[in-house]
């Protein structure tokens, strides 16, 4: 009886965990498994955190986190251990919450020619729970065409227009509810086909730089979020080169990262070495860095560090609140990344010959920096003196073209007019803008030639003072010419000197 009792647990064991079918005379208890075959998934009774209620589901069995991706009963759950799957009379996959239930919680409810052990249940390695016929293994129901909250490969989306049937996922209600939710994902059915050509626009992405994985450039490497211009984010630090040149310039592979330059014929510990500034990064991993103090110059920090061959590179670090502290680093300097905004400076440890190297780079930069500002200067120069002798020219030749004009304006009115002798009247008007001037005409009794009439008009055009008065005009309508000038309401120093009288005319 014992032997018969120990037979019958191994044959339940081997069921619940290696079975893959349901036949119509075989039964699915809460504790009980279905595996697929390739052990990719698994289907049996199951409570969502901290709920109490018992669901029939299908999850991830390799997953260590379970991960339900399909729920049969998800609107009718079980309250306690003590449901059933079964395939009953009718050919329909039905679940019960206890043995002898008449009206089962869920059903395939599917129409099926039933024979006996016709029609069988099988979970697929894709996570498909499939209801066919055995002899001719046509489907008569999946779980594919009745998605929970999760899509899996293989999986149709929208109406089937031959039988009607919509399949759309629907969220779960809570993480602790896996009753139908708020929100689903649907296709249109109505409508045209359309197609939208244009470019992506991101809303939301992870990572956001290449640099945010941590090491992404190795050891001693040194990641520029910045990099378009060199079309590769990673560089190294000053007295390291890769660890395999072709993996890291040809492969773009900088999981190997970086090593010493003359590593066997150069020393770090008391050879001549120094060490070289890289400016604005996040400094490397601190996990190797020790505080050494939060009160200690930059001068002081880089003694504390070269005193010890151990230390790799420095960082004088002024934290807000406190003041200047010294970070030191021992071993090697992991996930540093360019920082423009808010980096630090960190000092690196290099042997002579690089901080030579260094200095050399340094001084030729200056070189070419001068260089570069000389030819900026001359060029701005030229170009300075090419745009004045431009603007000299021109007003000189505007100058020019005013005065030919003038005097071809002259000469036209000297043809107009013979020299005869005539008399000066000064006359005060009004011009149609209510503008007061003072007038002089010419008759032809003054003794004032053409000639000196061109003069005066010249003369007084291009004098210009605050003090002078200005020539508005000029008109050589009929015998007597006229000059039209500013009218002066305190009158000029000769009318007080000569007691000169101004008669009113309408110009």
């Known amino acids: 009886m ?76 079980i309250n306690g251990s003590s449901g059933v799957l ?121 990572p956001k730089s290449p640099c945010d994985p941590y090491g992404h450039c190795g050891t001693y490497g040194i990641c520029d979020p910045d990099f378009f211009s060199r079309r590769f984010e990673c560089d190294y630090l000053p007295g390291y080169e890769p660890k395999s040149p072709r993996d890291w310039h040809i492969l773009k592979d900088t999981s190997g990262g970086c090593v010493r330059k003359r590593l066997e014929s150069t020393s770090l510990c008391r050879h ?42 420095y960082a004088s670090i002024n934290i807000a609140g406190k003041e200047t502290g010294c970070l030191t680093w021992y071993g090697i300097l992991m996930d540093t990344v360019h920082n423009w905004e808010e980096g630090y400076d960190i000092y690196v440890r290099v042997d002579a010959v690089e901080l030579a190297v260094v200095a050399q780079k340094w001084n030729g930069f200056l070189e070419r920096k001068d260089m570069l500002g000389f030819l ?8 300075f003196v090419i745009i004045l002798f431009t603007y000299l020219w021109l007003k000189k030749k505007k100058k020019r073209v005013r005065n030919k004009w003038s005097k071809q304006w002259l000469d036209t009115i000297g043809s107009t007019y013979y020299n005869e002798t005539s008399v000066k009247i000064k006359s005060k008007g009004k011009l149609s803008n ?7 005409r010419l008759s032809k009794d003054s003794r004032q030639g053409i000639d000196e009439f061109k003069n005066e008009v010249l003369l007084i055009a291009k004098l210009q003072h605050q003090n002078l008065v200005k020539l508005i005009g000029c008109c050589i309508q009929g015998e007597e010419p006229m000059l039209v000038y500013e009218y002066m309401p305190n009158k000029s120093l000769d009318s007080f000197l000569f007691l000169i009288k101004l008669e009113l005319v309408a110009i």
């Open 434 to 440: 209510g503008k007061e001037v003072a007038v002089k």
């Open 86 to 206: 079964s395939i009953d009379q009718y050919g329909n996959l039905v679940l019960h919450s206890y043995h002898n239930q008449k009206v089962p919680v869920w059903s395939t409810n599917v129409s099926v020619e039933v024979t006996d052990t016709c029609v069988v249940a099988q979970l697929l390695d894709r996570g498909n729970l499939v209801l066919f016929h055995d002899g001719s293994k046509s489907t008569v129901w999946e779980s594919f065409d009745h998605p929970t909250d999760t899509m899996l490969p293989g999986m149709k989306l929208g109406l089937n227009r031959r039988t009607g049937m919509n399949r759309f996922p629907i969220c779960w209600r809570s993480a602790d509810d896996a009753g139908t939710g708020n929100f689903s994902l649907r296709i249109n059915p109505n409508g045209s086909p359309q197609e939208k050509d244009g470019k992506w626009n991101e809303f939301w992405s992870v």
């Open 272 to 313: 001549g070495e120094g060490f070289v500034k890289v400016a604005n990064v996040k400094v490397p991993d601190t996990s190797a860095a020790v505080w050494v103090s939060m009160n200690m110059s930059p001068r002081d920090c880089e003694k504390n560090c070269r005193r010890n061959c151990s230390c790799s590179a």
């Open 376 to 383: 900026v200067l001359s060029v701005v120069s030229a170009w």
């Open 2 to 77: 014992l032997f018969l009792h120990s037979s019958l647990l191994v044959l339940h064991f081997a069921f619940s965990s290696s079975k893959d079918t349901i036949t119509i005379n075989q039964t699915i208890h809460d504790g009980d498994f279905l595996i697929s075959r390739e052990n990719n998934f698994a289907l049996g009774f199951f409570s969502p955190k901290s709920s109490r209620f018992r669901y029939l589901g299908i999850w991830y069995n390799k997953v260590r986190e379970q991960t339900v991706a399909w729920v049969a009963n998800r609107d009718d759950p």
